[in-house]
């Protein structure tokens, strides 16, 4: 049993967590955002996220320790994300877990961000540790991943099904650019969705095989939209949108017709996986995109009508963080997989 440090920089968000593998508790969880610098450009940029990173990760990591009410001494192993994500903000995270981890002669881990996500779902809102039974079906849907994975236990999972091109919350990103509503898109869009009921307005086409496959492809939806809204006269191929044809009213039913379009397309893909993996025990929906409200009562109420137990994280968990790298490194620490100092990054 220990106290683990995990530290969290694989793109826009500085994060450091504690967490009490004894208690099986987390006792802090500090995340700084970095979507007001990256949101006037649209998207991220590398070289900014670094920088902040810099900036920012001694304060972060210093705040999560005095949060937790404890001091670096009393911590045992660090735990760092290490792939994927921007190489430039990987190596500020993983360069000063393995300065603390070598000054205080702490033992390092190595983190797969995508592979946290998996098991975020274990993290609760009053910061304390559920049970998710094992095997499961795990949906993890972010900005640069839309992948299902089949969870045996900790060691043991394998990818079902993922994306061949865009990401979910790359396509809700892009088309928001598209109708004005700028970076980042999903919360947008699904507020702008809820203010006409979540209707399907526009239909836009599903992949053929979207019920009979488990892989995503969300780059024919983005073109779909955006050739409905050259026909609209509000989008034009060479110059961008045409803004005084992009009302409220375009934004609001693009808007919920895209996010039914998603929806149905992870229902497809989740009620596929049950009958695929019928010992499976729960669905976990996990990643950014698993904030988004609507989506996840969709998957609660179709999960939950097979006899399934349904489990998504509260926000705060679903977005990067560090708690999810400090859970899993306590993981990987009662299995003694410990990292050398010579860890490096994957994209």
Not at 140 to 167: C, E, L, N, P, R
Not at 207 to 212: A, L, Q, S, V
Request: aromatic residues 10%; glycine residues 6%; contains cysteine.
């Amino acid at each position: 049993m220990s106290i683990i440090l995990g530290i969290e920089t694989s793109c826009d968000e500085t994060a450091a967590a504690v967490y009490d593998s004894e208690n099986k508790a987390l006792l802090s969880n500090v995340v700084f955002s970095q979507i007001k610098l990256h949101e006037i450009y649209g998207g991220v940029v590398p070289e900014i996220a670094s920088r902040s990173h810099l900036e920012k990760i001694d304060i972060i990591v210093d705040s999560a320790l005095t949060q937790a009410n404890i001091t670096l001494e009393e911590v045992d192993h660090i735990a760092v994300t290490n792939k994927p994500g921007l190489v430039g903000s990987l190596l500020v995270g993983l360069c000063f877990a393995k300065s603390l981890a070598f000054a205080k002669n702490k033992k390092l881990i190595g983190i797969d961000h995508l592979q946290a996500h998996i098991f975020s779902s274990f993290l609760k809102s009053d910061n304390t540790v559920q049970d998710v039974p094992f095997p499961h079906i795990c949906l993890s849907a972010s900005g640069g991943s839309t992948v299902i994975y089949y969870v045996k236990s900790f060691d043991d999972y394998k990818v079902i099904g993922q994306t061949i091109d865009d990401a979910a919350g790359e396509a809700f990103d892009k088309i928001a650019k598209i109708i004005g509503f700028g970076y980042p898109g999903g919360a947008k869009i699904e507020r702008a969705a809820k203010l006409v009921d979540f209707q399907d307005f526009y239909k836009y086409t599903r992949t053929k095989n979207f019920t009979k496959s488990l892989d995503f492809t969300f780059s024919g939806l983005k073109t779909a939209v955006m050739y409905d809204l050259v026909k609209k006269g509000a989008y034009n191929l060479q110059t961008g949108p045409i803004w005084e044809k992009v009302d409220t009213e375009l934004q609001n039913k693009v808007s919920s017709s895209l996010l039914v379009c998603i929806a149905d397309i992870f229902q497809a893909k989740v009620e596929l996986a049950l009958k695929l993996y019928p010992d499976a025990k729960a669905v976990t929906f996990v990643g950014g995109v698993a904030c988004n409200n609507y989506i996840s009562e969709r998957l609660n109420s179709i999960v939950t009508n097979t006899s399934k137990k349904f489990i998504s994280p509260v926000c705060k968990f679903c977005a990067d963080n560090a708690a999810m790298i400090a859970f899993l490194g306590a993981c990987k620490a009662e299995q003694n997989k410990f990292a050398e100092l010579d860890l490096d990054v994957f994209e």
